[in-house]
């Protein structure tokens, strides 16, 4: 007793350590947290907070302030959402217009690239003509720097990047491919604006590009920018994907941008709706904002450098007035280590940016409830307000913001503010873990626990002697009894080893992973033509594999066999008072299962053709596989152990 008392002592520590660690990597307090690490700004050898001392400091006069806006997985489809063209036309020609940004940051999924039954994936020209035509149409290139970049959606089913099928440098405006840096100058001074270009080359079909892959010269290339942008103000990096969904050799993609303020990316569209703010902050310090996507929530995002203070307000579509407050930064995005922070404390005016389609009639400030007074109009869509910084000095505050507009529309906008440089508020966990959390290598570890397990459930029954004696009737004994059956008959123990031996190591399909290119997809990773693109979701994939399949198929099949060895048929057993509805669950959900497995091969024949379909192991020869065990199970002798190693049973 003492020593399994000691042992759940030393459990109860190491997993309060797990969750201590946990809690602090993922930044999760909910409380203003000492947490954000000072750095070198970057362009010089002094801290965030020396240069913040410095001149100039935001006042009352439209200067050292530009904007800009970014819009990600616009996805414009041939077949679906007729409202997503003309709305994206609008956006482009009368959003574009009232805010006036500097530049316009597209981050990729410019196009749908999906058959119309949302199974296959292939490009459209006619969805990138449609693109092209919106661009011209609007003249939006002739009123801002448009810089548009691809997503994995845009490189589906491409081969090389000179395939004749990669619209994407024929129609976009920027026609730049792979990884580049961009500088806005300004009369005060210039901005890095790093793209880091993650897509896949080759890129196949769906769903196997959705992580991006960096490799050691991608990285090497990004390092050169990140030496280049040092001699900006700030740095902006962009991309498509996440870094939770980039895979990139040592030291890593967050460790490559470090330096920057922040780093602008979409792909995760919200996660269906669960997620609509996911921002977080990399151990680093710098900044990921992830943004909602245009295709089914028509989001967009205004950003603002003011005295080199970057801000941004998240926004929908058509929704006026759009309120950025650019001074006093919001405080959970303070980045001491790159932000001259110090300039907000020595600053003389609140700075709110206002855009709306009507002009706007009246700005109201308030901090912490006490009204400041009405903005007046500094040029431009700037507006500002005297204020006393030094009231301010210790702890967070509130300020709220409301701008209202000549057609009676008003909208209302609220943030906490703190001057203290080495406190901000946290991020959410489940923010943090999805953003900061390299998910491939989550997956490698458990697509391995979960098959070790599996696999060695089968390995350990079938050389563990069958214990001697009256069998027990406890729900342990029986299971472990189920178990010791499908090890030692032959058919059932081979079967059920090569399948998944099969999943772990051999070839999930084999057939044309991008159209005219044959291939073959693997746990570990996918071959397409003489290229290899290491293993990611493939591994999610396997996951889920095992988890709603094989190990399912392999307790049905104990628990069938068990009710044989009772003496039970199938009908039989349908048919005993007081087990009717338990069997009839049993087999309810086995057969939803083997519906889903039969659905996976009919996504494999929509996806990759026949071939695939008929050259599958782990999906078409497994599922019919499951029907022969199934079969064989229900109908064949009935499984008898006689003694400790061997079933009595035929093979």
């Not at 997985?73 to 063209?85: A, E, L, M």
């Not at 032959?490 to 044309?512: K, Q, R, V």
């Not at 033509?529 to 307790?555: A, I, K, R, W």
Request: with cysteine.
């Amino acid at each position: 007793m003492l020593r399994l008392f000691g042992a759940l002592v030393l459990l109860g520590l190491a997993l309060a350590c797990i969750t201590s660690w946990v809690l602090e990597s993922y930044d999760t307090a909910w409380h203003p947290k000492r947490s954000v690490h000072q750095r070198p700004a970057a362009g010089d050898g002094d801290g965030g907070s020396d240069r913040g001392s410095l001149p100039p400091f935001p006042g009352g006069e439209l200067e050292n302030i530009f904007w800009f806006i970014q819009v990600s997985d616009i996805h414009i489809s041939r077949f679906h959402d007729p409202r997503r063209i003309p709305d994206f036309e609008k956006f482009c020609t009368d959003t574009v217009e009232v805010i006036k940004p500097a530049l316009v940051l597209a981050t990729g999924d410019l196009t749908d690239a999906k058959t119309e039954s949302k199974v296959g994936s292939l490009q459209h020209e006619v969805e990138w003509q449609a693109y092209h035509n919106v661009l011209k149409r609007s003249r939006v290139m002739e009123r801002t720097r448009w810089i548009d970049i691809r997503g994995n959606h845009d490189a589906f089913n491409i081969m090389s990047l000179d395939s004749v099928n990669n619209y994407y440098r024929k129609y976009s405006a920027n026609q730049k491919v792979g990884s580049f840096h961009y500088v806005h100058k300004t009369p005060f001074g210039n901005y890095s604006f790093v793209c880091a270009d993650a897509t896949l080359t080759p890129g196949p079909k769906r769903p196997y590009n959705f992580f991006g892959i960096l490799n050691r010269t991608q990285m090497d290339l990004l390092a050169t920018f990140r030496a280049e942008s040092r001699r900006s103000n700030q740095s902006i990096w962009f991309g498509h994907y996440t870094t939770s969904t980039v895979i990139s050799p040592s030291p890593g993609v967050r460790e490559m941008m470090s330096s920057a303020v922040a780093y602008l990316c979409g792909h995760l569209h919200t996660l269906g709706g669960l997620m609509p703010v996911l921002h977080s902050r990399h151990p680093q310090g710098t900044l990921e904002l992830e943004l909602g996507d245009w295709m089914d929530n028509r989001r967009y995002r205004v950003l603002a450098f003011d005295h080199d203070l970057l801000s941004f307000s998240d926004l929908t579509f058509e929704r006026w007035p759009s309120v950025l407050i650019t001074n006093p930064k919001e405080a959970q995005y303070l980045h001491p280590g790159v932000e001259p922070l110090g300039r907000i404390r020595r600053s003389t005016h609140i700075r709110i940016l206002a855009f709306s389609e009507a002009p706007v009639t009246a700005v109201h400030v308030s901090v912490d409830g006490e009204p400041l007074g009405s903005g007046r109009s500094a040029g431009g869509p700037l507006y500002v307000v005297p204020w006393d910084p030094s009231l301010y000095l210790t702890g967070l505050h509130t300020i709220r913001v409301k701008v209202e507009d000549s057609a009676g529309r008003s909208t209302v906008r609220e943030q906490q503010f703190t001057l203290e440089e080495d406190q901000s508020p946290g991020f959410g966990f489940v923010q943090s873990f999805i953003l900061l959390t390299d998910h491939y290598i989550l997956g490698r570890v458990a697509f391995v626990i979960v098959m070790l397990l599996n696999v060695g459930v089968l390995l350990v029954f079938r050389f563990l002697h069958v214990p001697s004696g009256r069998a027990s009737t406890g729900l342990s004994s029986q299971a472990c009894m189920s178990l010791h059956m499908v090890s030692k008959m032959d058919t059932f123990y081979y079967s059920l080893l090569l399948f998944n031996l099969c999943t772990a190591l051999g070839p999930w399909f084999i057939g044309e992973l991008i159209d005219g290119h044959s291939g073959a997809c693997f746990a570990f990773g996918v071959f397409i033509d003489g290229h290899f693109l290491e293993g990611s979701l493939t591994y999610v994939v396997g996951v889920v594999q095992l988890v709603f399949f094989n190990m399912p198929l392999t307790c049905y099949l104990c628990w069938s066999l068990h009710q044989r060895c009772r003496g039970n048929t199938f009908r039989a057993h349908l048919l005993r008072p007081g087990c009717r509805w338990r069997a009839l669950c049993v087999h309810v959900s086995m057969l939803l299962l083997l519906t889903w497995q039969a659905y996976s091969c009919y996504f494999l024949l929509e996806t990759y053709g026949p071939v695939a379909f008929l050259l599958s192991p782990v999906r078409t020869w497994a599922l019919g596989l499951s029907l022969l065990l199934v079969y064989r199970a229900w109908t064949g002798p009935a499984p008898r152990l006689r003694d400790n190693s061997k079933s009595t049973a035929p093979s």
